[in-house]
């Protein structure tokens, strides 16, 4: 975002598709979709109605995101999301690693995908043949 508005020049127009795709401030945002001309004083009106609204929605969107996060660790859980691969999964991982199997058949015999195996493996593991 920065580099776009350090290549604006006097007189320039940004146009961007929506409102969110170009900042999170009203001062930064113009709207294709919308057709908003801020250079009038209604079209100005509904720009900063709708750089509001956007604001609401991410206010409200974290606010309920935190309180998911809270309502969770108070009953013991953590939020976000679950491992790939359970610890017993990448125990058998390593165990097939270890004899000999290379990644692609350790991770088609756990049923998880390469990638998510080699990345719930880590460095650690020497970088076996994949």
Do not use: C, N
């Not at 309920?64 to 790939?84: D, I, S, Y």
């Amino acid at each position: 975002m920065a580099e776009a508005f350090a290549y604006l020049r006097r007189g320039d127009a940004l146009v961007v598709w929506k409102l969110d795709r170009l900042g999170r401030s009203m001062a930064h945002l113009i709207s294709l979709t919308k057709g908003v001309d801020t250079t009038t004083a209604g079209g100005a009106l509904v720009f900063h109605i709708f750089g509001a609204l956007a604001q609401f929605k991410r206010d409200l969107i974290r606010e309920r995101t935190h309180a998911g996060l809270k309502a969770v660790e108070t009953r013991g859980r953590k939020g976000g999301r679950q491992p790939v691969l359970p610890p017993d999964k990448l125990a058998r991982a390593r165990a097939h690693l270890a004899a000999g199997l290379i990644m692609r058949e350790a991770a088609t015999r756990l049923k998880v995908g390469k990638t998510a195996l080699h990345e719930a493996l880590g460095s650690s593991t020497g970088g076996p043949k994949t």
